[in-house]
């Protein structure tokens, strides 16, 4: 038992580092397109769920789906209904992508491997790298799959293995909450069902048990988002809810009728394995095309959950510069990044609802951008004096470049505080008070690069917490990536008015300056990453050195 329950361990470890793998991959190549995709497929519910689907399928995680969710109700270009017609056709799509790893495709492992170990060490480009990365994502799967199988064999004739079997067949309550905690601890409703499949079909769980178990999974699923956004905005956390009572609902629901007619499995396939694996397909077909027409009230029930926050709450000041630290530079040093840290975060959270404004001018959403504004420049001022009274301590000279490099990013990260407050701002307000609104090829653009200023914005955040060099590289190619972007965006505005659209000629400027705004935010979001690089010799005067670039 001991040598199975360490087989298994190290099977499941594989098998949950794969599936990240592949989403890891997928992230670094391609997620400033994927988000661009889902931001413009939420125009109704029905793309939304499809991009949706696509999007899980591609990321291999339905929650993955759903923290990019987060990110768009958070700039208040995503409506609650479509946020969550977005998550349930996640549901789906990772249940297909469930179907796919199940299917006999272990013969295909050896050529995975050869190929996306190739493309990985010998590509010089970025997206050719992370495709060699997500090829072997997809032959660990396989190859943890296979070792689950093995490691579940000599069991299956084991007498207090049947024991439990039996029992799990006989309480499907107790499957369900052991299905849920099951994805939970995994964090992963794709791994969980993987192996909860490959149990099933070996023989290991009973038809009616591995039903619950999927079923529970599933609930598990839900609690996820629900729990990982719950310190998020409401808007947010109003579409995890909704997505939690539909599909966790639905789970319980099903668990019910899996009670009362546990033949009905017997129309899903001819085995267990089968059977469990078709219930994960159709349970989260048939929620989301039951839940359609049922989003707006089940939107508007979250309403009574999070209410909109009373006017003028003001959260406990903190800071993490601590006068009694400076005697020890070491974790005075530790100290002052922390509170830079949080000055990016609070600039992330102006940068987050800005974009809504433009469309929508909200008097609360703009007092919690000035409130945020004033904490920044009170952090920065903080900041300031206590890196030169640290100065006055006796410092390594490794200590004294640390120190002056968290006071430059200080300095950024207020710049960037400033242009939201005071630039981005001034221009949503002279929109509203036009009455003016951008064409809808020049929203999807400024929305795009928004977008993509934000998930610099997270990047730089954790190169700041991890001093990972890999990061710091991608973060310096993005900024390249944006300055061309922006130039490019500048270039289609003036097309649009060479060919006389009235929208943007009406908005030209506002257009322009907006663009110019956001890319400065991202400049100094992105100066974060210029130290790291610089100390590993990747940085030459105007770009990363080749040798960088292939790393």
């Known amino acids: 038992m001991a040598l199975f329950l360490i087989n298994l361990a190290g099977a499941v470890a594989l098998l949950i580092w794969a599936v990240r793998l592949i989403r890891t991959g997928v992230e670094r190549a391609f997620l400033a397109p994927l988000r661009s995709l889902l931001r413009r497929a939420t125009a109704s519910w029905v793309s939304a769920a499809g991009a949706g689907a696509a999007a899980a399928i591609v990321l291999q995680s339905s929650t993955a789906v ?27 799509g990772s249940a297909v992508v469930a179907q796919i790893l199940l299917a006999p495709l272990q013969g295909l492992m050896p050529l995975l491997l050869v190929i996306g170990v190739t493309l990985f060490l010998k590509s010089a480009d970025r997206r050719p790298r992370q495709a060699g990365r997500i090829l072997v994502g997809l032959a660990l799967i396989l190859l943890a799959l296979t070792l689950i199988r093995e490691a579940a064999e000599p069991l299956r004739h084991n007498a207090l293995v049947g024991t439990v079997l039996r029992y799990l067949a006989s309480d499907l309550i107790s499957s369900f909450i052991l299905g849920a905690a099951i994805t939970y601890v995994m964090h992963s409703s794709v791994a969980a069902v993987l192996m909860l499949v490959t149990f099933a079909a070996q023989g290991m769980l009973p038809g009616p048990g591995a039903g619950a178990l999927v079923l529970g999974a599933n609930l598990g699923g839900a609690l996820i988002p629900f729990l990982l956004t719950l310190k998020s905005d409401v808007p947010t956390r109003r579409i995890m809810a909704a997505n939690l ?18 033949e009905g499995l017997g129309w ?10 078709n219930l994960h397909l159709v349970f989260n077909l048939a929620v989301l095309v039951m839940s359609l027409p049922l989003l707006p009230a089940v939107v508007r029930a979250t309403v009574a959950l999070f209410p909109d926050p009373a006017a003028g709450a003001d959260a406990p000041r903190f800071t993490a510069l601590d ?5 020890d530079p070491r974790q005075a040093i530790g100290n002052a990044q922390r509170e830079v840290l949080r000055m990016g975060e609070e ?6 609802p800005v974009l809504g404004l433009f469309r929508r001018w909200d008097e609360a959403a703009v007092q919690r951008i000035l409130a945020s504004e004033d904490e920044v420049d009170r952090m920065h001022f903080e900041t300031k004096l206590y890196v030169a009274r640290l100065q006055e301590a006796p410092l390594t000279p490794e200590q004294s470049r640390r120190a002056m490099e968290i006071a430059s990013f200080a300095n950024n990260f207020e710049e960037a505080g400033d242009q939201i407050s005071t630039n981005l701002l001034d221009l949503a307000r002279k929109m509203n008070d036009s009455g003016l609104a951008f064409s809808d090829a020049g929203w999807n ?38 300055r061309a972007a922006e130039q490019r965006l500048q270039e289609q505005h003036l097309a649009r008015l060479r060919s006389g659209n009235s929208a943007s000629i ?22 974060v990453a210029y130290p790291l690089v610089e100390q590993a010799g990747d940085l030459l005067s105007t770009r990363l050195t080749k040798a960088a670039e292939r790393a």
């Open 66 to 92: 759903a923290v990019l969710t987060a990110a768009f109700a958070g700039t208040g270009s995503l409506s609650g209904s479509a946020g969550v017609a977005l998550i349930l056709g996640a549901d789906v």
């Open 347 to 352: 600039v992330q959270s102006m940068l987050l």
């Open 268 to 277: 899903l396939g001819a085995d267990h394995g089968r059977q469990a694996i």
């Open 445 to 482: 653009e400024l929305t795009d690069f928004h977008d993509r200023v934000l998930s610099n914005g997270q990047l730089a955040l954790n190169v700041m917490i991890s001093n990972d060099l890999e990061g710091a590289r991608q973060l310096v190619e993005e900024k390249d990536r944006a």
């Open 506 to 527: 009406e908005t030209s400027n506002l257009h322009q300056e907006m663009l110019r705004a956001l890319k400065s935010v991202n400049t100094a979001f992105c100066q």
């Open 245 to 262: 009572m539909l599909r966790g609902g639905g789970a319980v629901v099903a668990l019910l009728v899996l009670r009362l007619w546990p």
């Open 323 to 327: 006068e009694g630290a400076l005697a």
